[in-house]
Nanobody, 123 residues
Framework: QVQLVESGGGLVQAGDSRRLACAAS????????IGWYRQAPGKEPEFVAA????????YYADSVKGRFTISRDNAKNRAYLQMNSLKPEDSADYYC????????????????WGQGTQVTVSS
């Protein structure tokens, strides 16, 4: 079992930056690839970004590429999502998730999920 807890959400203005954190406990954090998903009201969950076990590779949705950066610190059992140049359409609940699978873009591939943290971007 891996327990994941997100933090860092809140209300920001368009153009601002925000860093989300995902704290993990339980099984060895470095055994898992980590992904960030988001879900806006009335919409399907959307893949945002993923990072491999030791951070050697990262993947992004086209909608956030160049603005968001995913990272991890295995020594601290933490993953992060740095969000820059935020837009109102980035408003959503953001979730981190863990998987041993290499299918980073598929929600069904993730075994463990956090409870989410809400980000609201005002225009």
């Amino acid at each position: 079992q891996v327990q994941l807890v997100e933090s860092g959400g809140g209300l920001v203005q368009a153009g601002d930056s925000r860093r989300l954190a995902c704290a993990a406990s339980g099984h060895t954090f470095s055994n898992y690839n980590i992904g960030w998903y988001r879900q806006a009201p009335g919409k399907e969950p959307e893949f945002v970004a993923a990072i491999t076990r030791v951070g050697g590779s990262t993947y992004y949705a086209d909608s956030v590429k160049g603005r968001f950066t995913i990272s991890r610190d295995n020594a601290k059992n933490r993953a992060y999502l740095q969000m820059n140049s935020l837009k109102p359409e980035d408003s959503a609940d953001y979730y981190c998730a863990a998987t041993r699978s290499g299918s980073y873009r598929y929600k069904a591939a993730y075994d463990y999920w956090g409870q989410g943290t809400q980000v609201t971007v005002s225009s």
